[in-house]
């Protein structure tokens, strides 16, 4: 079994882009990496779970959000290493963009907050690169699908 830290192969991580009339959903990590940083509510893919069910059950356990997805919207590589160079960790973020169909946004065990944020207010969190470019395409999708409804 591979580890999270250091771990022998990438891992499959999981993100969602919780869109609604608030802006999006973003939690506060409680675990590494990025511990105390805003980001996606998502995690890890368990063994015999689907992407889709993993990223319902992720949003869920992370925001107390019931969630459908939209669409997948890009594949992003995470690789964090150490002071000497070596891959401390390593994921393949798989990350989709879902609209809410019941709950309330609440953190999570894994998450210290939860909040809605609108677009605006996004460049003031100091967010990961990858993060702000996925939110941006999920906002793109999000009205491209409303539209077309």
């Known amino acids: 079994m591979s580890s999270r830290e250091y771990p022998t192969r990438p891992l499959v991580g999981l ?3 919780i ?3 608030r802006g ?9 990496p990025r511990i105390g940083a805003w980001s996606l509510p998502g995690g890890a893919q368990k063994v015999g779970e689907t992407v889709r069910e993993g990223l319902t059950r992720e949003a869920r356990e992370e925001t107390g959000l019931d969630v459908e997805i939209i669409e997948i919207i ?4 995470s690789i964090t290493r150490d002071q000497q160079g070596q891959v401390r960790y390593h994921y393949t973020l798989v990350d989709a963009v879902v609209h809410v169909t019941g709950g309330t946004l609440k953190a999570g065990s894994d998450a210290l907050d ?5 677009q605006s207010e996004l460049a003031g969190l100091n967010l990961w690169d990858e993060t702000e470019r996925v939110i941006r395409l999920g906002f793109a999708i999000y009205k491209s699908h409303n539209s077309s409804q």
């Not at 890009?74 to 590589?77: A, L, S, T």
């Not at 939860?114 to 609108?118: P, S, T, V």
């Open 15 to 17: 993100g969602t882009v």
């Open 19 to 21: 869109l609604g009339p």
């Open 24 to 32: 999006v959903a973003l939690i506060r990590r409680g675990k590494p």
């Open 74 to 77: 890009d594949v992003v590589d």
């Open 114 to 118: 939860a909040n809605w944020f609108l």
